[in-house]
């Protein structure tokens, strides 16, 4: 898809925020003829805090439940990096819900700040444990990652 299709596509996209914080932003993009886009942003680097956290979770099992198909982005590049628990408690959610992400994320993109080999290593577990069948990219390139998510 060439670029002034691309923009095209984003100019028509409605996005709807479903949740945000100091931390972290969670919306929904839906385009003509795109699955909706679901998109988590970090926006500070702030710790999540235990409250955020669930918050974040309970939002995305709110999604889950009315979506039957969709794609996901998280744009980490203003992440702070996450305490073991808070990863826990994502991978616990993830496990819990792999049936219906396994089924219904289509793809799924991640763009990681550079210089950042702590984030890096909380993400590459995260992957191992929860092990997403979806096409996916981690990457430093938000621009990589937008072009995959066209795909």
Same mark, same amino acid.
């Given at each position: ?7 095209? !596509? ?10 945000? $914080? @100091? ?24 710790? !999540? ?6 918050? *974040?979770?309970? *939002? ?12 996901? $982005? ?26 219906? !992400? @396994? /089924? ?13 080999? /702590?984030?890096?290593? *909380? *993400? ?14 981690? $990457? ?12």
């Amino acid at each position: 898809m060439g670029r002034g299709a691309v923009a095209l !596509l984003m100019a028509a996209a409605q996005t709807r925020v479903l949740h945000e $914080s @100091d931390a972290v932003r969670i919306s929904v993009e839906r385009a003509p003829g795109r699955v909706p886009h679901l998109r988590l942003t970090a926006t500070q680097k702030l710790a !999540l805090s235990a409250s955020e956290v669930a918050a *974040v979770l309970r *939002v995305s099992s709110e999604f889950l439940d009315k979506e039957h198909t969709f794609m996901t $982005s998280w744009d980490l590049r203003r992440a702070a990096v996450p305490s073991a628990g808070v990863a826990w408690e994502c991978i616990r959610w993830a496990l819990k819900n792999r049936k219906r !992400l @396994d /089924a219904n994320n289509k793809r799924m993109s991640i763009c990681m700040p550079p210089g950042q080999p /702590a984030l890096v290593a *909380v *993400v590459k577990l995260v992957f191992s444990i929860c092990a997403p069948v979806n096409p996916h990219i981690v $990457s430093e390139s938000c621009e990589k990652c937008e072009d995959f998510m066209l795909g």
